[in-house]
């Protein structure tokens, strides 16, 4: 490899250059949050063989140039016992740096559901773009990038459990359905047990869902048969508080098929 590039005023833009990897730092808006060792194990392999055949991209930091795209080829080549990669600096700002890094990676399609929903979060949340402006720079539709940002909804021990058993993205969104998070839980448990899948996990989900209308149903009936027998209780101490003052009323309760009669006679004044 040739010798390594040391900091100038030059602005090299689209030319490729061989940077020392001990000058290069990650870069801090990086979305993955894993790398599989046996993939990086396998790409260190290859860049053994053949080198880097696409050159990382970075920008000039303090005193170090920060990563911009290629943080698996770096790892690989450091694992590689490469002490120089070829690299591509681009004078572009923080702001646009990470924004780079964010697309690049959310394009990648190994990218784990869950990393790509967080990156597009960063997307919008700190750099002001609103779904539609993040489904144009990633060509997908906004509906796509709203599903995905549905995902963050659920917990941190949800998506270890999702990840770790290596579920779907579509039993992930089954999931949302559920409000609780001890309800999710509780079919994730069951996914895992008895390795459902999609359908079947949308199932039971269902299945929960009907369980809890039910609960539902039978408080609202529990609630107005009280507000009855309230109504009732109110209208018989009405009653006897009138027949105590000296007035004749009285009431009379007739049970129809499907509904209660109540009937209240007060005299409106002296028989003559």
């Known amino acids: 490899m040739a010798g390594f590039l040391t900091f100038t005023r030059e602005k090299p833009i689209n030319r490729i250059v061989e940077v020392d990897v001990s000058e290069i730092v990650p870069n801090p808006h990086q979305p993955r949050t894993g790398f599989d060792p046996a993939d990086i194990q396998s790409l260190a392999e290859s860049i053994a063989q053949n080198g880097i055949l696409q050159p990382l991209t970075v ?15 770096l790892r690989a080549a450091k694992l590689a016992g490469m002490q120089a990669v070829p690299c591509i ?3 572009i700002s923080s702001r646009n740096s990470a924004v780079m890094a964010l697309v690049e990676n959310i394009q990648r399609q190994d990218l784990s559901f869950f990393d790509e929903a967080s990156a597009i979060e960063k997307l919008i949340t700190y750099y002001g773009m609103t779904q539609e402006d993040a489904a144009a ?3 997908k539709a906004q509906s796509t990038i709203a599903n995905k940002l549905r995902l963050l909804r659920l917990t941190a021990e949800e998506r270890e459990i999702i990840m770790k058993y290596n579920l779907t993205e579509r039993h992930a969104r089954a999931l949302l359905r559920l409000a609780a998070p001890e309800e999710r839980l509780a079919v994730l448990e069951k996914v895992v047990r008895n390795n459902l899948n999609v359908e079947k996990t949308e199932h039971a989900v269902e299945e929960l869902l009907g369980q809890r209308r039910k609960r539902e149903s039978y408080r609202k009936r529990s609630k107005v048969f009280q507000n009855v027998r309230i109504f009732v209780n109110t209208i018989t101490r009405a009653v006897e508080t009138m027949q105590a003052a000296g007035i004749a009323a009285d009431s009379q ?20």
């Open 137 to 139: 720079k990633l060509g």
């Open 89 to 91: 600096i681009l004078e």
């Open 59 to 73: 920008r000039r930091g303090e005193g170090c140039y920060e990563l911009v795209a290629g943080e698996r080829r």
């Open 253 to 272: 309760k007739i049970q129809r098929e499907d509904y209660i009669e109540y009937r209240v006679r007060i005299p409106i004044g002296e028989k003559k």
